[in-house]
Each structure stands twice: as C-alpha cells, then as structure tokens.
C-alpha cells in the first residue's frame, strides 16, 4: 500500500465546476487498489509544504479569483515551484489554469498575475466559449480521446514551455483558434476541460494518480486495471452528446 | 395592426400549437404578440386593476407562486398567471393573453419570473409587488455565475417604480444586500426558528462573501444553503430582522408541514401538504407576499393550507398499486433540499433519479459533483438512474461509495420508471429525481396512462 499526499488549493474560493469531482475519483481509485489518499486543504493565507505528490487547483468565479490571485505568489508559488521541480503533479482546472499560466488581461485591461507555472497567457475574449469538449490528448507519446466540458471568456495562447494537453475534436479549447487545448509542461497539466475532468477520464485520472504515486515512492509504478464500465458508457455519452451539439 | 387583431393572431397561434401536439402552446402565441405589438405586455398589464406580483429565484418560483394564488383565490379573486412554468417574457406576454379573453376580466397578475428574464419582465410589467426569493448555482452555461445574476438584480431594482413593492429573503445574503445598496424599504422575510439549522454551510453554499465589501460571511445559524442568519465579518452589513418571520417550523415527514409565521398584522400558521425546509421558506415568501397585496392573515392561512403540488414538485402520483413523488431537482442547492426531504421517509429508501442535460437543464451536468447525496447512501434499498446522462449520474454514486452492483443504469426513462416501481415493495414511496425536462418526460408518461393531469390544465 502506498500513499498519495495531495493538496487541494483553495477548495472555498475554486471549487465552481465541481472541483470535489476531481478529488473524490482520486480518492476511490486510490483506495480500490488498496492505497490511500491524504488531502490537505489550504486556503487564503494558509502556508503549503512543498513536499505534497498532487497538487489541485480548481476554477472559481471571478471575485474569488481575484483573492486568489493575490495570495498565491504571497503564500504558496514558492512552494509549487520547488514541488515541481521535485517531480511532484499538478492539476489546474479552468481558473486554476489560467493561474498556473502567467495571468489573465481583463477586458478593462487590468491583469491578474499567474504564478508562472505553465507557458501559457490569457486575454479575456469578447464572448463565453461555452460547450462540450472533445480533444485528442497525448501524454508521454500515450494518446487518448478525453472528454467535458467548457465555460471561458479567457483566450489562452502557449509559449514554447508548454505543450498542448491535446488537440480539439470538437469544442473551443485555449483560444477557438489554433485547435490546442491545455497546456503541459512536465507533470503539470492545465485544462478547460471540466464535467468534472476526471469521472469519465479513466486514463487520465489514472495518469496523475501514476505520476502522485511514482512522486511518492521515488519508482516507475504500474497501476492495476480497475472496472470502468460505468466510466467508459458516461465517456461514450459525453462523446455522442458533443457530436449531437455540433 | 389594431391590438383586437394582434390578439386574434397570437391566440390563433396558441390554438395551433395544441392542436399540433407541440405542448400546452404556453410561449409561442406570446412570442408572435410581441413580435407583432412589442407594447403588449404594458398594455394588457395595466388593465388588472390590483397590478401584478412577480416571483423570482432560483428556487421555489414555481411553488410560491401557487402558494400565493391560493390565498388569492380565498380571497375570491381573478387570478391571471403563468401557471404553466413558462417563465420567459413569452411566457408572460401569452399569460396576458390568454388572460385578455377571460369573462369576467381577471384582475391580478401573479407571475414567477425566470431570473435571467426578470429585467426585461419587471421593466414592462412594472410590477405592484415584486418578491425576490433566492439566488443559487444553477446553469452556468447558460447564465453566467451568480454575480452577472446579483447584478443584473441590482439594476432591475434600482430601476423599480417608487410604489413597487419589494419583498426580499432577509436570510440570503446577496438577496438582502439588494435592498440594502439600493437604500430601499423593502419588506423581509426569514426563518427565525431556532430549531431550524444546519450543523455546518453545505459544500454548495454560494454567498460566502459579504456583496458590499467582498470579505468572507460569518453565520450564527444556516438554516439551508447559504441561508441563515449571516453577518459580514468587516463590514456592518448583517441579516436585516424580517417583517415576517416563521417562528415555529415542524417538518412532517415527506408528506407536509406546519408553520407558525409572526407577520405586522399578527400571526398566521398553517399546516401545509409540501414537504421540506424549502418549502418552509416558500411559504414564508407567499406569506409575505400576500401582505404586500393587502390579504387579511386569516385567508393567508386558509391559502397557505388549501395549496397542493404544483406539477414535479412533490407532486404525488399513484402508479398501479405504488405511490411514486415527483421531487424536481435542478441545480444543487434544490437537490440537497431534495435529499433532506427524502431522508425524513424513515423506510429503506426507492430512488429514481433522472439526470438529462437538454438547455433548459443546462448542459454542463457537473453540478451534480456540488450535491450531498452521501446521506442517502446508508439508507438506500434500490438506486436506478436514467436520462441522457444517466451514467454520469451513476458515476456520482458510485464513486461516493456506492457498490457498482446497486446501480441501475436503464436510459430509458419508461423503463427505468417501471423497473424502479415494480421493485417497490408494497407500502413504500418511490422517489423521482429528475432534473426539469426528465421531470416533463416522466410526467409525459404519467399523463399517457391517465395517472397525472396535463400540465398546462394545471390551475
């Protein structure tokens, strides 16, 4: 049995799309091959360890954001960097993505800074990007079709850092333009996508829990299969429902 | 066009519409009306000689609406409303319409207002009293976050005739807040009972920050959702103390409840056949409401009494030999209610919950993740799930705990009804979940085999 310690940042103020979603699915897939998942909640002002395997940002609505924004280089970036540096995961979600990258320019043009994590920046676009989301993801040359859903007025355009998580099937992604959606860079990965993100994404809740678990122990890990019928028809269903839309 | 041939043409639509089984034709005549007479909705408004009451919330527009045009009909008077639940300007414009042609004339307007379209109703209705009851988390694709709604709110009152009168939740902070920064009288309403709370906000609470100063909202007591008895932990806004105010709150099982209200006129109780601590606070709302329209409290409570279901929401139907209760559940502060309300049957429990994600219950079904159905899990005998997403709610489930093999996954919603009934031993209720159009498809259903009443024959 193994343990993998995660820190949930701000689940008060970023918690808009069901970011509980996220956690409970790492908790359950942990725990149905007999490991056990910790998480420690660290809110506005709260000082984090760097020494976590898993950390989760979620999105929130834009008032919180903005709370967010100015304590995350105040309390916790210190800290991310050096987990990441570490080899520790990151999963951003949404806002969480947007903070990850390094900021977001309003409409009015005020900027609130990101903490830099992902090569990614955002410009609020004149419309909401609103729908279901299909991409094509690839991680570590494994590709995936990876479902959900998004709701952004936030354009995301990628600098040389980072990749795309994957490239748009059906949907918006980053900016509507240039077909990538997410941004990766080592084992941090932003995303707009969210239903939530990990319930009908076996593989990619698998992927993270692998890299908290490898993080962990300090050794290549091989996950035991889990029954994912329930999560493969949700999946097929969200596909089916994007198509439908379009 | 003259108004009497406008009129003719729209109501010509309505009969058309139910003729071609396209439903109860309770939007499209209106959106033809207001295309041809784009002044219909003043015009036909202002002849009501009592004015209109308008409803809005997120949740329980449906139910105080009704709740309200029981104690106008003790009252003995012609009610003219979107009974129907069709709540956007169309819905409206068809209700005067349809109103338009009653004999002998009806006299007020009772309308429960979608919140999205409450600026562009209250505008051309200008309502004599508009009652605000609740905002939360609801269909975020569609409408933004909950501040653009608090917003648009605020301008919808800051815009209000002086003579309006404006009747507010004094327990949710950013529905209080709207008479506060407007520095408006308004007429609050709240849940005093002492009894009546939470141990704790649920993880769905919405307004954890104070609308004036942005810092974080302390509660003495929550007594659902983000509704309490709140104050701003920096600045002075706190709970207003409501005008009238339920003092005694008696939940009684899944079938009713009793309430004892101090209002300015003197105290009304009333036992009322709709389950649950939302329906509380929706019968305080009505209660309020009537006082705006000037209703002695006797026949407030003789209204509050005689009201029943309005279609979906705790409506009771009898299937066979079964007893099935239709428990609308659209977004997750309405779901935890729901929740809440079922756990007071203290038999193992029958569930059917119906998730789709059509537009009008929003597209994004992650919400579903916002609600605490864990309670349920210990008491649960038989779980089946459907609709469009019906795996999606399955997953929310079982990854709450629940044993894959105690899940029913069946999409089709007739089937699912009839396996979940015919599983019902005898004595017990099932209870339906479904989200609003799983509501109005399962309803479908009933109506075909003669169990329930169409609802536009609702009245």
């Known amino acids: 049995m193994a343990v993998l310690r995660v820190c949930h940042l701000y689940p008060g103020e970023l918690n808009i799309y069901a970011d509980r979603g996220n956690i409970a699915v790492l908790r359950r897939r942990c725990e149905w091959r007999g490991h056990r998942l910790e998480v420690l909640e660290a809110g506005i002002g709260d000082p984090i360890p760097a020494d976590h395997d898993l950390y989760y940002l979620g999105g929130g609505q834009d008032r919180d954001q903005l709370v967010v924004a100015e304590d995350l280089p105040a309390t916790k970036a210190a800290a991310l960097r050096s987990a990441m540096a570490d080899g520790a995961v990151l999963l951003a979600v949404c806002g969480g993505f947007q903070l990850a990258g390094h900021g977001y320019t309003a409409v009015d043009g005020s900027r609130m800074p990101g903490i830099g994590l992902l090569d990614a920046d955002t410009v609020a676009g004149p419309t909401r990007l609103i729908g279901d989301l299909v991409i094509e993801a690839e991680l570590e040359g494994e590709r995936h079709r990876v479902v959900g859903f998004e709701n952004h007025a936030g354009r995301t355009t990628l600098g040389p850092g980072s990749v795309p998580l994957g490239r748009v099937s059906s949907g918006h992604g980053n900016n509507g333009a240039d077909g990538g959606e997410g941004a990766v860079t080592g084992r941090a990965i932003g995303t707009y996508l969210h239903g939530p993100l990990l319930p009908k994404n076996p593989w990619l809740a698998d992927t993270v829990i692998r890299w908290g678990l490898e993080h962990a122990g300090g050794a290549p890990v091989r996950l035991d299969p889990l029954e994912d019928h329930l999560e493969e028809s949700a999946h097929a269903a969200a596909v089916a429902r994007a198509g439908v839309r379009r | 066009m003259t108004r009497t041939a406008s009129l003719a043409i729209a109501r010509t639509v309505g009969r058309l519409s139910r003729r071609l089984g396209r439903g109860g034709g309770t939007s499209a005549p209106g959106k033809v009306l207001l295309k041809i007479r784009p002044g219909a909705i003043q015009e036909l408004s202002a002849r009501l000689p009592m004015g209109s009451l308008v409803v809005s919330a997120t949740n329980g527009k449906t139910t105080t609406a009704r709740l309200v045009a029981s104690c106008l009909a003790v009252e003995g008077r012609r009610v003219l409303g979107n009974t129907a639940g069709a709540n956007l300007l169309s819905g409206v414009a068809t209700a005067l319409l349809d109103g338009s042609a009653r004999r002998p004339r009806p006299e007020v307007g009772l309308f429960e207002v979608d919140e999205f379209a409450l600026p562009e109703v209250a505008r051309r209705l200008r309502p004599r009293v508009l009652v605000l009851m609740n905002l939360f988390r609801d269909q975020l694709d569609r409408y933004g976050e909950l501040e653009a709604i608090a917003d648009a709110w605020a301008a919808v009152v800051a815009e209000l005739p002086p003579d309006t009168i404006l009747v507010l939740n004094a327990d949710d902070p950013a529905v209080a807040e709207l008479g506060a920064a407007a520095g408006r009288r308004a007429t609050y309403f709240g849940i005093d009972d002492p009894t009546a709370a939470l141990a704790e906000l649920p993880h769905a609470a919405d307004s954890i920050r104070c609308r004036n100063c942005a810092a974080p909202l302390a509660y003495d007591r929550v007594v659902l959702g983000h509704m309490g008895d709140w104050h ?203 989200t609003y159009t799983a509501m109005l498809g399962l309803r479908e259903i009933l109506v075909r085999r003669g169990v329930a009443e169409a609802f536009w024959h609702d009245s």
């Open chain 2, 232 to 434: 701003c932990t920096a600045c002075d806004r706190r709970r207003p103390v409501p005008d009238v105010r339920a003092t005694r709150v008696r939940l009684e099982g899944t079938t009713g409840l009793r309430l004892e209200i101090a209002t300015p006129d003197g105290p009304v109780s009333a036992d009322i056949a709709l389950p649950g601590m939302h329906n509380a606070y929706n019968a305080t709302a009505a209660a309020a409401a009537a006082i705006a329209l000037g209703i002695p409290r006797d026949h407030i409570g003789a209204g509050l009494a005689a009201a029943d279901a309005a279609f979906g929401r705790a409506e009771r139907v009898r299937i066979g030999d079964r007893d099935a209760v239709l428990l609308l559940a659209k977004n997750p502060a309405g779901a935890n209610v729901t929740v809440q309300t079922v756990l007071l049957d203290p038999e193992p429990l029958h569930l059917l919950v119906a998730l789709n994600d059509r537009t009008a219950d929003g597209h994004d079904v992650s919400w579903i993740w916002d609600v605490d159905y864990e309670p349920l899990l210990p008491r649960l005998e038989r779980l089946t799930v459907t609709g469009d997403r019906a795996y999606d709610m399955a997953l929310r489930f079982v990854y709450a705990g629940l044993d894959r093999d105690r899940v029913t996954v069946l999409e089709s919603p007739e089937a699912a009804l009839d396996a979940a009934v015919g599983d019902l031993p005898e004595g017990r209720t099932l209870y339906v979940l479904p």
